[in-house]
């Protein structure tokens, strides 16, 4: 089993900045990647950025791209998601997700509004 637990979210105001991180525990040692989604109200959830284990490769979604960083510490095995010049359409719940040969964890989710 794994267990996620985000926290890092907020209210923050448009062109600012948050940095969400997932705390991760259990059976991560073979993880195949890390993954950020949203969901905003009303819509479907969204893949936002990923990580990948073998190659540290990232990718973002285009409307999240050069404004979001995806990084993870494997000392911590924490996974982090630095969100630069917000817009109010960033707005959702921010769920962290890990792909191991077991399954497909996910977390609770954190709130995060960008709102003047």
């Known amino acids: 089993q794994v267990r996620l637990v985000e926290s890092g979210g907020g209210l923050v105001q448009p062109g600012g900045s948050l940095r969400l991180s997932c705390a991760a525990s259990?059976?991560?040692?073979?993880?195949?990647?890390m993954n950020w989604y949203r969901q905003a109200p009303g819509k479907e959830r969204e893949l936002v950025a990923s990580i990948y284990a073998t190659t540290g490769q990232t990718m973002y979604a285009d409307a999240v791209k050069g404004r979001f960083t995806i990084s993870r510490d494997n000392a911590k095995n924490a996974l982090y998601l630095q969100m630069d010049s917000m817009k109010p359409e960033d707005t959702a719940v921010y769920y962290c997700?890990?792909?191991?040969?077991?399954?497909?964890?996910w977390g609770q989710g954190t709130q995060v509004t960008v709102s003047s």
């Open positions: 259990g059976k991560t040692d073979s993880w195949h990647g």
């Open positions: 997700n890990c792909v191991t040969p077991r399954g497909s964890y």
